[in-house]
């Protein structure tokens, strides 16, 4: 199976601040297709999981655009460029190239 | 607006039987492929299975082949999971989810508890 590793785990910020984390997967991510299948997932507590962002940089409707996804091959990263109140939540990302898919194992965005 | 509305959660006792279904609306049902996803409780998120538009392509996590099986019923605009043999390990929220590569629009999720 493709392993997903983030980076780090627990992220505490100070709002205003900004915030990345890190996602590897152990093998390359870019499909025939052309396009590389690493998404980027929020929960907040107490609701679902929610798209922010897919093809590694694509953000979703409504996500504000101090989110932003970048990198390559299999190394990718999340950025927040000012952290607000409503960021806490945990982060996942995800493979969707492979069978089985996989998930990271959350990054925790803890507010200072 | 897409929704997606998952039922059939509960309890159940280890070695039990359950269906969980997901309502699909506000996109074309049967030229998506679909995904469950589970998270346990205070754990992160883990694919469970996944089927294309038309069924006749099913996918499983390790975890639950074999005692899970996915399907669909497009005319209903429906995905179900049967999920057979359950274990502990399987208590979680199952969520359902539009697509298999880019997992787009989520459901509120079914709670699944099983205990004795």
């Known amino acids: 199976d493709v392993v997903m590793t983030q980076s780090p785990l627990s992220l505490p910020v100070t709002l205003g601040q900004p915030a990345s984390i890190s996602c590897n997967s152990s093998q390359s991510l870019v499909y025939s297709d052309g396009h590389t299948y690493l998404n980027w997932f929020q929960q907040r507590p107490g609701q679902s999981p929610r798209r922010l962002i897919y093809y590694v940089s694509n953000r979703d409707s409504g996500v504000p655009d101090r989110f932003s996804g970048s990198g390559s091959g299999t190394d990718f990263t999340l950025k927040i460029s000012r952290v607000e109140a409503e960021d806490l939540g945990v982060y996942y990302c995800m493979q969707g190239m492979y069978w089985p898919r996989t998930f990271g194992q959350g990054t925790k965005l803890e507010i200072k | 607006d897409v929704q997606l509305l998952e039922s059939g959660g509960g309890w159940v006792q280890p070695g039990g039987s359950l269906r969980l279904s997901c309502a699909a609306s506000g996109f074309t049902f049967s030229s998506s492929a679909m995904t469950w996803v589970r998270q346990a409780p205070g754990k992160g998120l883990e694919w469970v299975s996944a089927?294309?538009?038309?069924?006749?392509?099913?996918f499983y996590a390790d975890s639950v082949k074999g005692r899970f099986t996915i399907s669909r019923d497009n005319s209903e605009n429906t995905m179900f999971l049967q999920m057979n043999s359950l274990s502990a390990e399987d208590t979680a929220v199952y969520y359902c989810?539009?697509?298999?590569?880019?997992?787009?629009?989520w459901g509120q999720g079914t709670l699944v508890t099983v205990s004795s």
């Open positions: 989810v539009q697509g298999t590569m880019t997992l787009h629009y």
């Open positions: 089927i294309s538009g038309s069924g006749d392509s099913t």
